[in-house]
């Protein structure tokens, strides 16, 4: 693996790793955690390969050609062990959890005699899908790991982890880059990605270039457009909220894509709204609402987000959303509130 497949804002991030593996100083559990879209599983990808690489070549990187790094590119490399939830076979969706079975599984292989005598490294993607019979079961081996063996978790939501594990990882912190970097390498990436089109797919994706990389290669950018102007067309009593809300369709995950892009405009509209800052398109309607109409509004968002994953409806969570947002958009006085 080449210096390439290390994203160019990950550079220090890797050099601080080579540096505390030389030394002998990397720890045997590391969680790489960060936003959704900022490379945490192309770094974990680059430093597995380095782990279980033969030969090693200049600045850390795995060398590409030694038996491990083949068997690394075909997916079949004996002492690597990638985690993550099952699919169902009764329901064909993903299950929640990253099973206990699973990881007493993961357990018992470690504890093997490494093929080659080299190290073996296992990834829980993410570290989030673990619940407490897993994390109980992950602590046994973190706290008697066998030698030369690493463990890395992959999470977004890093503080939902038990303390208990949080406390026996070496933290790696994933940020967004810089919006000069991140739009460097996304014209790099699709260089339709200009203007007014580049900047909003940073700003739906919260600054995450590969989050935003999807989006546009999905089409969800272009849903994510329709959507923003639907919000602005119901604020400006162009659209009943109620046929805004019958756009989004009652498709669970669609509705759920729906939600996290509304929480990013509802956040951009506090931004603008706290800092004064202009903006041309949502300028107007952030002067008036007031910022705690603006954080209840984000919070009920939030709320429906949750209510998603159980049994509600989604096109009413959508409906009730939508007339929530017209009436704080047409509501008078409410930059006073």
């Not at 990882?169 to 970097?181: A, G, I, K, N, T």
């Not at 739009?183 to 260089?191: F, G, K, M, R």
């Amino acid at each position: 693996m080449s210096a390439a497949a290390i994203l160019p804002w990950q550079h220090d991030l890797w050099r601080i790793v080579g540096e505390a593996r030389s030394q002998q100083r990397l720890a045997h559990a590391l969680l790489l955690a960060g936003p959704a879209g900022v490379g945490k599983r192309t770094f974990a990808s680059a430093l597995t390969q380095t782990l279980l690489c033969e030969a090693p070549a200049a600045g850390g990187y795995a060398c590409r050609v030694c038996r491990s790094c083949v068997q690394f590119a075909a997916g079949s490399h004996p002492n690597l062990f990638w985690l993550r939830p099952l699919v169902d076979d009764k329901t064909d969706k993903q299950k929640r959890d990253i099973s206990v079975e699973q990881l007493r599984d993961m357990g018992d292989k470690l504890v093997l005699s490494a093929h080659y005598g080299g190290a073996k490294v296992a990834l829980l993607d993410p570290a989030d899908a673990l619940n407490t019979n897993g994390v109980n079961a992950l602590l046994k081996t973190i706290e008697e790991p066998p030698p030369n063996t690493y463990l890395l978790l992959i999470s977004e939501r890093p503080m939902a982890l038990a303390a208990t594990l949080r406390s026996r990882c070496q933290r790696l912190r994933f940020s967004p880059p810089s919006s000069d970097e991140a739009q460097a390498w996304l014209q790099q990436q699709e260089p339709v990605l200009t203007g007014a089109l580049l900047e909003h797919a940073l700003t739906s994706s919260q600054g995450a270039p590969l989050r935003a990389l999807a989006a546009h290669r999905s089409g969800l950018l272009d849903l994510q457009r329709k959507w923003r102007s639907d919000w602005l067309d119901v604020a400006a009593q162009k659209r009943p909220p109620t046929a805004a809300a019958v756009a989004v369709g009652k498709d669970r995950e669609q509705v759920s894509a729906w939600l996290s892009a509304f929480i990013v405009f509802l956040a951009e509209l506090l931004r603008v709204r706290v800092s004064g800052q202009p903006s041309a398109d949502i300028g107007a309607i952030a002067a008036r609402i007031a910022p705690s109409g603006l954080q209840a509004l984000i919070d009920e968002a939030h709320e429906s987000a949750r209510r998603i994953t159980t049994s509600a409806s989604p096109q009413l969570v959508v409906e009730s959303l939508m007339i929530a947002w017209w009436r704080w958009s047409m509501a008078r006085g409410a930059a006073a509130r």
